[in-house]
């Protein structure tokens, strides 16, 4: 079909029944596109901790200084919520285009919306993504924005947003102690109120997946991201100037440090470069839950981790100057961390 046609749909997922090749707008230049036969894909990419383990600490704070990403088994979410999670993602991609469409918004800041590729309004280049972003904390200031369809949506993605939340928690505490800081410090003393926020992101299956990205390389902006991932690879971790393909393991999820650990820790861990690709076999979903600030608090390096020696290397900002940083700027393997370098 011609191109002209094509792009009159808004949604990624759309637009793939009328095309069997990329359209021009999601063409990356030549030197910068995946490379998917020079990727590493090993069975054990990043770390792997057991949450009911022993060293928990340890292996916590070797893998957030040698990679910034892990995976954790036994961490006490229970299968039933996770498997409702991703049935109800994907029975909400599967809905009729027009019913999907009531919740589009192109405004980055909307607390709930529908949208495409990262940033429609600022972007050179689209990407093969579709996603739905929620707000869920505190979750009564938004469900009632969510989607009503699926009729289970609300109450299937509630239930998986607290279970986020707990581990979340837990994990911060732990993330705290690996860094010399007490176990409460970042939950009590650096996240102001806290924010949740998640994305459900639908990757549709791509006619030539060496010519675009799901989502190009960045960091995240947040304080940790935990990816629930279907059984489709597609993540990839950027390791000593190689990319890393994280495979899916069932029943695991995928930690990484976002920009603000890498604050309050001072760099001594590193928010690391990761990105999406597709594939031209199967639709992916992946799902992660962005555990942040509020957008009123105050985030520096923490007063314990800086002296003569280790100046601080950040100044203290506003989580929402950070945030509207982030989304005005577009996604780059440059993070938005230099802005705020002192
Ligand atoms: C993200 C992200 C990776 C994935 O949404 O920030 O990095 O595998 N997603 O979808
Ligand atoms: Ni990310």
Redesign the pocket.
């Given at each position: 079909m011609s191109s002209s046609m094509s792009t009159t749909k808004v949604l990624v997922s759309d637009l793939v029944s009328t095309v069997n090749h990329v359209p021009t707008n999601f063409i990356r230049p030549l030197d910068d596109r995946p490379n998917l036969q020079q990727v590493q894909s090993s069975d054990v990419s990043i770390p792997l901790i057991d949450l009911q383990g022993c060293d928990i600490i340890q292996n916590i704070r070797y893998a957030c200084q040698n990679y910034g990403f892990f995976q954790v088994v036994n961490h006490g979410v229970p299968v039933s919520v996770i498997e409702k999670m991703m049935k109800v993602s994907k029975e909400f991609f599967h809905l009729p285009e027009s019913e999907r469409l009531k919740n589009y918004s192109d405004d980055p800041f909307k607390t709930t919306r529908l949208s495409t590729s990262f940033n429609v309004k600022t972007e050179k280049f689209a990407n093969w993504r579709d996603f739905l972003r929620l707000h869920c904390h505190p979750i009564e200031h938004y469900i009632h924005e969510w989607p009503t369809n699926p009729p289970s949506f609300r109450e299937d993605v509630a239930e998986y947003c607290r279970e986020m939340r707990g581990l979340a928690l837990r994990l911060l505490e732990e993330i705290s102690e690996s860094l010399g800081l007490k176990r409460e410090h970042i939950v009590e003393k650096a996240l102001g109120k806290h924010g949740q926020h998640m994305?459900i992101?639908y990757?549709p299956v791509c006619p030539e997946p060496e010519l675009t990205y799901?989502?190009p390389g960045?960091a995240?902006p947040n304080v940790i991201?935990i990816?629930l991932?279907d059984d489709v690879s597609?993540?990839q971790v950027l390791k000593d100037g190689n990319w890393v393909a994280v495979n899916p393991i069932p029943n695991t999820f995928t930690v990484n440090i976002g920009d603000q650990i890498q604050v309050i820790s001072n760099d001594r861990y590193k928010s690391v470069v990761?990105?999406?690709v597709v594939n031209c076999n199967k639709e992916r979903i992946?799902i992660?839950t962005f555990y942040c600030p509020s957008s009123d608090a105050v985030v520096g390096p923490a007063p314990q981790l800086t002296d003569n020696d280790h100046p601080p290397l950040y100044r203290n900002f506003t989580y929402n100057e950070y945030y509207n940083n982030f989304w005005n700027r577009g996604l780059s393997e440059e993070t938005c961390l230099d802005t705020f370098k002192n």
């Open positions: 994305s992101n990757y799901g989502l960045h995240d991201t990816l991932q597609g993540l990761h990105r999406a992946s992660p």
